[in-house]
């Protein structure tokens, strides 16, 4: 009898103890998505006053993908998520939520969320669109993370897409020379107290729940710059005809200092990030950042004295393709196989808005 009474009080000392570990969220999928046509520095070259020496030297950029006229952000997304979730072990009617991050929606509204949901065939999933320009994919993320932690879904399928060709101005050289169409996706899937520590626990100072998933996020803007870096037609500035034959309804930036307020706030939020947990920056294996220009990131890792071999880049071959770049270079290196279990990353982006966001996690 005492015997049974002290094992019913093991047990509920037990069940206390998970009830204090809360539900967790980790990426179980990744998928990427970018267009067939390859465009060049020599197709700038070839009308504008620009080089492929200037453009390689002053960004980074080699090429980017653009769409045909026939793709849609919903479509180029489709595959991505595809692969996001057949990796994830899921079928797609086991996504209970569906949310994109994208300023390039197919239409003002249905969302491109629904135009998915559509697409892969899901019936019962909360769908919307995240507009948070380059760093939409850290806010979507995040997100996602609280609707798992709070326990309004199991599984969401995290999609950052922009196919930027649609609203760049193909006469500003400063501008058009930057971006490139592109999807990535994750499934961001629930992780259940018991099975947190499955792995062994590595708790960091005992502020973080889960050995495996999202430790931590840090999200910010300041929209009193909103007008260095902007698409300045919308219902607010309705484009007519006269606006559409100067160009004025194009993507418009300010690029030094867009490059310079980048450069200062992702060494801020990434060190804010490492002193969250006690971190030194070495025990990041790689930093996921906002692929916009390798100038910029080079001078993030000064910033944050971090070695440049874990700024992993893809921007040579795809540009900046804003929501989209975090989700394809995750998906890139998962693929590779280049990120191990256990591996902490630190996913840091800036855009327009001004937005920035960072997320720390354990693979
Ligand atoms: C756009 C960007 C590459 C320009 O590089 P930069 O070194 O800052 O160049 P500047 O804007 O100071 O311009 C220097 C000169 O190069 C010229 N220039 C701009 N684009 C050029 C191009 N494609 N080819 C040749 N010359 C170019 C400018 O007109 C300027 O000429 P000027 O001195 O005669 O006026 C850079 O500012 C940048 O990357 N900014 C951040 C952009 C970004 O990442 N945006 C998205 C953030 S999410």
Known sequence: MGEALSKEAEASTEASAAAEVAVASRITGTGFSVPDRVVTNAHFESYLDTSDTWIRERTGIVERRWVGPEESASSLAEPAARTAIER??????????????????????????????????????????????????VYALSTADAYIRAGMCRNVLVVGVDLYSRIINPNDRGTCILFGDGAGAVVLSAVAPEEQFAHGDTLIRGSVQTTAGIYSNLL??????????????????????????????????????????????????????????????????????????????????????????????????YGNTSAATIPILLAELDQDGKIDSGDLLMLNAFGGGVTWGAILLRW
Do not use: W
């Open 88 to 137: 994830a072990g899921l079928q797609a009617a086991d996504i209970d939520g569906i949310i994109v991050a994208t300023v390039t929606p197919d239409y003002a509204f249905p969302s491109t969320a629904c135009m998915l949901q559509q697409r892969l065939g899901i019936d019962d999933a909360l769908a919307f669109d995240v507009n948070a320009v380059c760093s939409g994919f």
């Open 220 to 317: 910010g803007a300041d929209g009193k710059h909103s007008s260095i870096l902007c698409v300045p037609c919308g219902t607010a500035n309705q484009p007519t005809a006269e606006s559409m034959a100067t160009d004025a309804h194009y993507l418009t930036m300010e690029g030094r200092e867009v490059f310079k307020l980048a450069v200062r706030k992702l060494g801020e939020i990434s060190l804010e990030m490492l002193e969250r947990f006690d971190l030194p920056s070495e025990a990041v294996r790689y930093f996921i950042s906002h692929q916009a220009n390798e100038r910029i990131l080079l001078s993030m890792a000064k910033h944050i004295k971090v070695d440049a071999a874990r700024i992993p880049m893809n921007l040579d071959r």
